[in-house]
């Protein structure tokens, strides 16, 4: 039976001068525009106390809310756009993704379904994405051939972590088609080959979020690359249970970019039907540059790539996309609802794990049209002398090691105590040495002026 549904809400009640509104933006804008990455530092128990209250009775003016925030909330939160804030390359502050980022809050917009719900916001995630394939050298097929949503290639996710999980699953249909409805038969036969030591966590977890169970296989790294020798062992060694090996144009933790090309051409000598899965998270800024581009090599071989704009373009949170090289390859892990409308351009047909979804695509083509490809190449070009001009400091400090090669625009490096050489420890000295660099960095932490990114490396 077929069943209309009415469901009645309030009259609009948006007044176009809000004054709380425009004052909520100047609070936010002052607050991304400081120096300072804190405003106050507190532990999270004195946090807690102060901020987890019961909700009143009374209700409470909208004066009094803001000033309930910018009084005890905001001079706790930190600013990643703050000079001194260099953890991480998250940003968010492109000035027209922010105001893209405003507008989709304000237009509401729901990339479930196209034709009532997101009638031009479909078609500029649709854009988008296809500037994203365009860049990483993946084919585009002519717009009017883009006909339906399994003809665009990709799909905007929240996160890195979502994009690496949908990638996992369409790993998994290619190597046992069907799976979405039979479920996981033999979880052995879906592992996972990543580089040992410097993989990031969604990969496992993806794989125990869609059944497949902790099937990882990890190969011995040369530089935070694969050593391929040990990759084609390995892949020989388990040929018939590896389902997808991935590769990092970037990883977490030192940004170095795998052989992509090198990485491509072991697997598909090997076994052309493992998935080949890139996560560019950071990788992505190679792309924009001619003077990075040969780095990643190769990528648009692979069968999915993982970007991460909120990391590397200066948008604010979130926004990540699945790229995959075959867009029809989607179909196997399309959902069908009479829920969500079976209609051409519904994005909510391709994106596992999400229904309702904001147009967090508008704060990257704004941004993106901002700056033009001439604008991208300086952001690229500009990140990375950054990084280059930092790494030269820490070389010319007695006392500070370098550990990786600069791909992108991290550099790692530690302090070296009085006594102690760099490669030379013993593991007292190296015991010394990690208890030394942590103390600095919790000291660093606890004060909030400075903000470095703290790990564990493997010992190359
Ligand atoms: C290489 C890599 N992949 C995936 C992720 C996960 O991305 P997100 O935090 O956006 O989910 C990260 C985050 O740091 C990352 O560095």
Redesign the pocket.
């Known amino acids: 039976m077929h069943t209309t549904a009415i469901r009645t809400h309030n009259p609009p009640a948006v007044d176009p001068h809000d004054g709380l509104a425009h004052q909520a933006l100047d609070i936010g804008l002052q607050f991304k525009a400081r120096t300072e990455i804190f405003g106050r530092r507190s532990t999270a128990g004195e946090i807690r106390n102060l901020l987890v209250t019961d909700l009143p009775i009374e209700p409470m003016a909208g004066e009094a809310v803001l000033a309930e925030f910018v009084d005890r909330v905001l001079p706790l939160c930190k600013n990643e756009a703050s000079p001194r804030f260099m953890g ?1 390359g998250d940003t968010g502050d492109d000035h027209l993704a922010l105001a893209g980022s405003v507008l989709a809050t304000l237009t509401q917009q729901n990339m479930i379904n196209q034709s009532f719900d997101s009638p031009s916001a479909t078609f500029i995630e649709i854009t988008v994405l296809r500037w994203l394939r365009g860049l990483l050298g993946y084919a585009n097929p002519l717009v009017g051939n883009v006909n339906t949503v399994w003809d665009v290639g990709g799909m905007v996710t929240p ?4 994009s ?1 999980t949908v990638a996992m699953m369409l790993a998994r249909e290619a190597k046992a088609p069907g799976t979405m409805q039979s479920g996981v038969a033999d979880p052995s036969r879906f592992a996972v080959v990543v580089p040992r030591g410097i993989g ?1 966590y ?1 990969v496992k977890a993806a794989l125990t979020w869609i059944g497949c169970g902790a099937h990882i296989i990890e190969v011995a790294t040369d530089g935070f690359r694969y050593n391929t020798d040990e990759l084609a062992r390995t892949l020989r060694e388990h040929r018939d249970r590896v389902m997808a090996v991935i590769a ?1 144009a ?3 933790r030192t940004q170095t970019i795998d052989d992509l090309r090198a990485v491509h051409d072991v697997v598909r000598a090997i076994d052309p039907k493992i998935w080949l899965h890139a ?1 560019a ?2 990788g992505l800024l190679a792309a924009f540059s001619p003077n990075l581009r040969d780095k990643i090599d190769g990528i648009a071989e692979f069968d999915s790539i ?1 970007v ?1 704009p ?2 590397i373009m200066a948008v604010p949170y ?1 926004l ?1 996309a699945l790229l995959v090289r075959d867009p029809a390859a989607v179909r196997t892990i399309s959902t069908y609802s009479d829920l969500i409308m079976q209609e051409d351009f519904a994005f909510g047909q391709v994106t596992p794990f999400i229904g309702t979804k904001g147009w967090m695509s508008l704060k990257l083509w704004m941004m993106m049209l901002g700056r033009g490809r001439a604008g991208l190449v300086e952001l690229a070009d500009h990140r990375h002398e950054v990084a280059q001009t930092f790494a030269g400091l820490v070389d010319a400090h007695p006392r500070l090691v370098r550990l990786n090669d600069l791909d992108l625009a991290a550099v790692v490096f530690a302090y070296l105590p009085a006594g102690i050489e760099a490669g030379n420890l013993d593991d007292a000295e190296l015991d010394r040495l990690n208890r030394l660099n942590i103390a600095i960095h919790a000291r660093m932490m606890d004060e909030g002026r400075w903000h470095l990114h703290q790990f564990t490396l493997p010992d190359d």
């Open positions: 991480f996160g890195g972590t979502t690496n990031h969604s990092y970037g990883d977490s996560d998270c950071w993982t991460d909120h990391k979130g990540s």
